[in-house]
């Protein structure tokens, strides 16, 4: 749970740290799938993750913090709404994230405190795969596609149908009121 303490640490620190956005050498761009497990790497060459943090910004947000060291730079600390099960950081400071989920997505970056300047010097933008969602000839095809030609079949048969019975009856209309001579 976070304390009144936590918060106000991370706005004091969000108000006092400037950040030094010129070392970000590149943006690696990731395509990855729902569920899938990635890990994000981080290519700070500190030796301790003393003052090594983790920030995500989605699209068209500001930049959020979420992990910081914490018990003698055991371990990390998230924030509120990063599912410690799902998160975590590793020995070289990487960012792994499990199950992985749409709201997930955006740029991750890790960035060092040295004195009060933050320093980024790369980051990951989290892209998902497109599903395709249009139906091809398959050896297996899958069920919904299978639905969908089903519909698409007997809707023709009842198109079809339609304009038989409106052939007919145009015709026998034609035979009955066709004036004689």
Known sequence: MTTLFDVLCVVFFSLFTAVNSSDIKEL?????????DVTVECSISSVTKKNVFWYRQSSGKLPQYFAKP????????FVPGFNNTRFSVDHKFSLNINNIREDDGG???????????????????LQFEVEETTCRPTSKPS???SANMRVFFWLSISRFSILCFMIIIITICYKVLKPRS
């Not at 914490?70 to 600390?77: A, C, E, L, P, R």
Request: net charge negative; aromatic share 12%; hydrophobic share 20%.
């Open 107 to 125: 740029e991750y970056f890790c960035g060092e405190l040295e004195g009060s300047i933050l320093k980024f010097t790369s980051g990951t933008h």
């Open 70 to 77: 914490y018990s003698g730079n055991v371990s990390y600390k």
């Open 143 to 145: 069920e919904s596609c």
């Open 28 to 36: 690696h761009v990731r395509t990855v799938k729902h569920g899938e």
